[in-house]
């Protein structure tokens, strides 16, 4: 058997020569005769006399034992070590290999002399293989059904390091066959020598060519393979069309998954179709990387022209890809670019007709290489469900704040109802009922994320949302009764942001509400803490994410690290971290710390006013927020949004409006968890959101996984959005405060879209940091009826909201 990575470090190889083993013995031989004289201090000199320092001889007996051992060890584990890369090192660049009528030949001489020390010289240098191994595991499970066992072949699989790796994420012995392909008889020797002591009887090596194999025990191979993996062996395959081929017959049709990691170059012109869809982050090489690692393979007869992975992408919808770079030997600057984890399945991606005129297409099965979404449960919606109500379009909740909610009973199939589901997972929404069939799950629409309007966003703005669900329940008349997440038949949440990251963010949320328990669920979101994040992220969470958001979360693994820093990110968002250094910056935040620890609100009120509201509140702090270049860099606030606040009065007027109502008539301790995360840095679980409380998680846990419920990303703009709408489809709809960013084109390009997808009755609420927004005018020109909910007042300390952030909440219902 092939010793493992760490084995053959303390072990060696098998040929040890025979005067280390002497030199090693009489070593410790040595030591124990040293410690025995050293001891022999301590007899009897004279009867009645001991030696003078008996205590001391021990110890130096002892010390020098240790130190013997200790050298001996080095020096033993050194040599092995040194004999291991100067094997690596003779046969890899200096064995003359000779002339080889076919590749066989030529692989048996290049590594039948390294086979035995070939797992301990790679890791370094095959990264990625471990992930790769994780994320099809993961995937397995979630698409395994019935206690049924899966079929596994593994090409190029050489000594069968990857199958024994794949025991720890799923176990050997849980699949029906495992097949070893490769051509190389010295590392198959290896591999059937660790499999014999395993004991796995379920697993056949092959030396055979990857192109025709035989499997013995399957009569009939085509579409009878559950995953099929490839780990730096597309690379070396000089014919590798026909391969690809061939393992396109070989899985089943629409669950079989294809698992490959190999080192890569990208082409000059930028991403394929293919790739731009699965996810762009660092897959561009640049041009020295292009150049250089092509050449330097292909004397190895390894091969890295960009047409192998397009034709893999080609032949399969891609499901999950991580690009990355590996810093062999010399960090940052030797950088070998591969790609890990590259997860594919034959027909398991949603296709989005890009050409389809309504949102009632997204379901559909178009081969359409533009782009596709990738579906959460691994199941496609139907044709036909359709678009029916917007709810949140910037950042928001899905379900109410203080009970479960149901949506209102209608006749789907007729007049389908419209209506919002505010609070669930503090992220972009819309919910719909869709109009017949239903599915589970849920999926992420394609978008492009080379364009300006995604690429200009690094990470999510919003942690959680600055709108309070509570009133807008109050506004949008839900029932006792009602029951958002439940069994609604034709339930669906549609969710719209132009940011990708906010989605992104969404994402990991649905997965971890699918596959996570309530204790791991609160760590990472409701204390923004998880050491173990990676892990459970390709073991658990990567299954249910697109492959964007996949590698979204594995750039940004430490935001979840034991740091205060990262994991207050996680928690705020970009914007609200930055306001903690401007609170530390005023000197604020010891005081603030003990506003969401007050004993009572009386308490609250008199710390506000005495300690805090005079710092906050301060000249120098108004002067700096009464910019916009700061209010959008502190606030997201941007210049259009501004002028309509500073239009109707001061920006110290506008700081006092907001924050003295909810500091002296909300209480941070166990209700205004808005506050008390920005104060605190954390929940608390007396004060945090519905989904975070034991209860809540158990509800949504339940959506996650119910067959009635669907939930549908959009990377967009409401607009987009609006125009694939039916005609009056809608019958509720929340647009937040976006309008006042706009152009009067914009707000009337908007409103007209409002205006057509809104049916007769049906409603559109928003809010303004204006008490008097201008494009109240756009909305009653089309056919609006416009009232104020609520309007707050100047010097007033009663809040509109538990946020209070905006100064006005509006009601526009179609005439």
Known sequence: MKPSVSESQILGCASRPPLLHIAMLFLVL???????????????????????????????????????????????????????????????????LGLH????????????????????????????????????????RSRVQNGSKPIWIDVGGGTGWNIEQMDKYFGIKQFERVYLIDLC???????????????????????????????????????????????????MIESFNP????????????????????????????????????????????????????????F??????????????????????????????????????????????IGSNVLYDTACGHIGNIGSNTDNRTGHGVHGANTAPSNHQRLSAITRVDSGYLTPGNSPKQLPTTDVTDTPASVMAPEILGVPAIASSASNKHTHGWVRMPYTPSKPEHAQFATYIYGFTWEDPRRDVEVLELTANDNVMAHQPGLRIQCIDMN????????????????????????????????????????????HLSSSAYQFWRGNAD????????????????????????TGWLGVHKYTQSLVVAKSLAEQRETWLDKVRGRILSTLAIRIMDNPVAMWQLLGVPINQWNMLRSEGSMGQYMADTIDPVATSTSFVNDNYFYHLLFSRSYSEQCRPDYLTPDGFRTLKQAANDTHTTFTLHTSTILDVLRKVQPGELTK???????????????????????????????????????????????????????????????????????????????????
């Not at 629409?254 to 490959?260: M, P, Q, S, T, Y």
Request: hydrophobic share 45%; charged share 20%; aromatic share 12%.
């Open 243 to 298: 391969v690809v081929d061939r393992l396109s017959t070989l899985l089943k049709p629409a669950v079989g998954l294809l698992g490959v990691v190999d080192f890569y170059v990208s082409g000059a012109s930028g991403p394929s179709a293919q790739s731009e869809t699965a996810g762009i982050l660092n897959y561009q090489c640049n041009w020295f990387t292009r150049v250089f690692w092509q050449h330097w393979f292909e």
């Open 559 to 582: 935001t979840f690290a034991p740091k205060s820093s990262p994991a207050l990110e996680m928690l705020l968002g970009d914007l609200a971290h930055r306001n903690l250094y401007t």
């Open 185 to 235: 008889r010295p590392l198959c020797k290896v591999a059937e020598d660790r499999f014999r002591e395993r004991g796995w009887t379920n697993v056949t090596v092959l030396c055979q060519d990857a192109a025709t194999f035989e499997l013995p025990g399957l009569a009939d191979d085509i579409g009878k393979i559950d995953l099929i993996t490839m780990s730096y062996s597309l690379s």
């Open 101 to 140: 009528t076919n590749q066989q030949g030529r692989l048996d001489a290049f590594y039948e002399g390294q086979a035995d020390v070939y797992d301990a010289t790679r890791g370094g240098l095959l990264r990625g293989r471990t992930t790769m191994l994780k994320l099809v595991a993961a995937e397995l």
């Open 30 to 96: 040595a030591s124990a005769a040293v410690a025995r004289d050293l001891s022999n201090n301590d007899a009897y000199i004279a009867p009645g006399q001991y030696s003078e320092m008996p205590s001391q001889n021990k110890k130096r007996a002892a010390i020098g034992c240790a130190l013997l051992t200790l050298v001996g060890g080095a020096a033993y584990a050194g040599i092995e070590r040194l004999k291991t890369a100067v094997k690596f090192a003779y046969n890899c660049f200096f064995k003359p």
């Open 500 to 543: 990708p990251c906010q989605n992104h963010l969404l994402e990991l949320k649905l997965a971890a509400l699918r596959t996570l328990d309530y204790d791991e669920f609160w760590q990472m979101f409701g204390c923004g803490l998880k050491s173990d994040f990676v892990d459970i992220l390709d073991c658990k969470l990567s299954a």
């Open 300 to 345: 190895d007869h390894v091969y890295l022209h960009p047409c192998r992975r397009n034709y893999l992408e080609h032949k399969f919808d891609t499901h999950k890809v991580l690009n990355a770079r590996n810093h062999f030997v010399v960090p940052y600057l030797i950088q070998m670019p591969y790609y890990a984890a590259h997860v594919s399945a």
């Open 733 to 815: 709809a929340v647009i937040m405060d976006h309008m006042d960013w706009f152009t009067e084109k914009d707000a009337d390009e908007e409103v007209i879209a409002l205006a057509r997808a809104v049916r007769t009755g049906g409603f559109v609420l928003w809010r303004s940091a204006a008490r008097v927004p201008w494009y109240i005018e756009v909305f009653r020109k089309h056919g609006f009826a416009v009232e104020a909910l609520s309007i707050r007042k100047p010097g007033s300390l009663v809040p509109i909201d538990r946020v209070n952030m905006y100064a006005s909440f509006y009601k526009a219902t179609k005439l």
